[in-house]
């Protein structure tokens, strides 16, 4: 026996037909029929009310009249009510018509507001970035940098995200930062890494020591002395490396988490630690303290901005590498002019 198919439903397919997908809400319920209410027929229903006319309403909106006529009556099914009275040639609005035009007008103002918050950002860029680092970093890198961006992106708030090591990698691929500022290297392949700065990690002395003549120092130059050694870190990793050869002989006297707090208690006498010569210019400078290279060969530190690859990129985070960039020395030029201009669609 052959069944006939109900006229909403395709034959061939048992799928419902072409045009009778989209639904409309009627009270508080969706049936088959119509497409909710959008914003264009909010504008034509308010040029109409503007201009007491379906006709002109018609022109203004660059529609026939009946194509007007359609939009209204849709309006009027999805409200279950009627919107306008028609009086001979004249149109008045109803009480029902009077409410809607007042959340119409409201509804079409937060859409120029919105469209206009976001054009804003071109001009204006504004919002809040986050950017993990070290305490380190965040003396003696971010507040230029910082300064710097706040002059041009005054709108922007900067927020340090204060981490270490991996934790820094681990906060930009996790999205809990926007940007990561960390030693390098860093071999995860979803991140973007441009070297903005290189140091050089050398023995930290109280000042004018004896050692600090020498040319550099090696392992068993610092046998039974007193050794601060950073408590975690890509830079405690490489010493430990270096320490290898006489790790049965030194003395580890404290495993500290602070720069500031290595640099006082080697001016205290406390022992001897390894530092970025950035991190104590000032300290070696006024005499407090003193610095000599690690050997045979030097141990360079090199530091990195990071990001995710896939991360879309405002203006305010093309702006805060480019800032980060220009105030990081001549390294950085070369990842600087392979920036992209625009933000990314």
Not at 168 to 175: F, G, S
Request: glycine share 4%; net charge positive.
């Amino acid at each position: 026996m052959k069944i006939a198919c109900p006229s909403h439903v395709s034959a061939s397919s048992g799928l419902p037909a072409p045009g009778l997908l989209q639904l409309k809400k009627t009270s508080d319920r969706w049936i088959p029929g119509q497409a909710p209410m959008d914003l264009d027929q909010l504008h034509t229903f308010l040029e109409i009310v503007r201009l007491k006319s379906f006709s002109k309403a018609a022109q203004t909106c660059y529609r026939t009249q009946p194509a007007i006529s359609a939009q209204v009556r849709q309006l009027e099914q999805e409200l279950n009510t009627t919107l306008f009275e028609r009086l001979g040639t004249k149109i008045a609005l109803t009480t029902a018509g009077r409410i809607f035009a007042e959340f119409a007008e409201q509804i079409l103002d937060l859409r120029r507001r919105a469209q206009d918050s976001i054009n804003e950002l071109e001009r204006a860029p504004r919002g809040e970035l986050v950017i993990a680092a070290n305490e380190a970093t965040c003396i003696y890198v971010l507040p230029r940098v910082f300064s710097e961006y706040k002059k041009q992106f005054p709108n922007v708030q900067l927020s340090v995200d204060r981490s270490y090591g991996s934790r820094v990698v681990d906060a930009v691929l996790e999205n809990l930062a926007d940007f990561g500022i960390t030693q390098l290297p860093v071999q995860e392949k979803k991140l973007q890494v441009a070297k903005i700065h290189s140091d050089e990690i050398m023995l930290l002395l109280p000042g004018r020591h004896p050692l600090s003549s020498r040319r550099y120092v090696t392992p068993r130059d610092l046998l039974d002395q007193p050794l601060l050694l950073p408590k975690s870190g890509t830079t405690r990793t490489r010493l430990d490396v270096w320490l290898e050869p006489v790790e049965s002989d030194i003395r580890i006297s404290m495993e500290l988490d602070s720069t500031e707090m290595i640099k006082r208690f080697v001016i205290a006498g406390l022992g001897y630690s390894f530092l970025a010569a950035s991190h104590c210019r000032e300290e070696v400078s006024s005499g407090k303290l003193s610095t000599v290279s690690l050997g045979p060969d030097p141990m360079l530190r090199k530091v990195g901005l990071i990001y995710r690859k896939d991360k879309a990129l405002s203006k305010a985070a093309l702006g805060f590498i480019q800032v980060t960039l220009e105030h990081s020395g001549d390294e950085a030029v070369p990842f600087l002019s392979k920036m992209p201009e625009t933000v990314p669609s």
